[in-house]
């Protein structure tokens, strides 16, 4: 039975614990852990199919602890979720580069945390994030080149740009866009995923370092416009 599913939460924060442990009690069995080396510990343990786990612990970090379950033959299939604690867009890049499934705030949006982990708790399992259409101008640079492509999904994990040129997969790239009726910029930093060639030509692009207020406003959009399905195009997370 799903309920019987397992969630490892880990932070050195009681109150954090406790409130993440309350809000996904309906979704599984929840188990805690205080720091990164009980966290593993559990994790090997345990076997949980999804750990949310605070990005900036004390002696093990958060996003060692995920290299660690990513690195482990027995649980490198176990989806991590990193919460992080700051606005700054370097540590949603650390999250992104651990490995992270999914990579949410605090304050934490229990809506958003519910959904994620619920995402990862479904038999068969969906990896990629709910998504939404997007309409909208986007810039591209990266080194001295630049150029104009029209954001076309967007995922809080990337988004797919429909162009006709190409950029290596790897590369990463500065971008610049608007979403619909925002003023604000947001400026995250990417990396190519893919690049499409023919009918359905474009870039499949995942963000890297993106400060919370973006990651807000684009969880915002999302929640108002987002399709509960697997995406083709979009990057994972």
């Not at 474009?202 to 399905?229: C, I, K, N, P």
Request: aromatic share 4%.
């Amino acid at each position: 039975m799903e309920a019987q599913r397992k969630i490892l939460v880990v932070d050195d924060a009681a109150l954090f614990r406790d409130l993440v442990a309350f809000v996904l009690a309906r979704s599984g069995h929840v188990i805690t852990a205080t720091s990164g080396a009980e966290g593993l510990a559990a994790a090997q343990r345990e076997r949980p199919e999804v750990v949310v786990v605070d990005l900036n612990l004390p002696e093990i970090s958060g996003d060692t602890l995920c290299k660690e379950i990513k690195a482990d033959a027995s649980l490198r299939d176990t989806a991590v979720i990193l919460v992080t604690s700051g606005a700054s867009a370097e540590d949603h890049e650390r999250a992104v580069r651990a490995g992270a499934d999914d990579v949410l705030s605090k304050p934490i949006n229990q809506r958003s945390l519910v959904l994620s982990v619920n995402r990862f708790l479904r038999v068969p399992v969906l990896r990629a994030l709910p998504r939404a259409p997007l309409n909208t101008p986007v810039e591209i640079r990266w080194g001295t080149e630049m150029l104009r492509a029209v954001g076309r999904d967007l995922s809080r994990g990337g988004m797919f740009v429909e162009t006709d040129c190409t950029i290596p997969d790897g590369t990463e790239v500065q971008l610049e866009f608007r979403l619909p009726e925002t003023p604000a910029v947001l400026r995250p930093t990417a990396e190519v995923i893919h690049s499409r060639p023919g009918p359905e030509r474009g870039l499949a692009l995942r963000f890297l370092a993106l400060d919370r207020a973006s990651a807000e406003r684009v969880d915002h959009y999302l929640h108002e416009r987002g399709v509960e399905q697997q995406p083709s195009q979009i990057p994972v997370g």
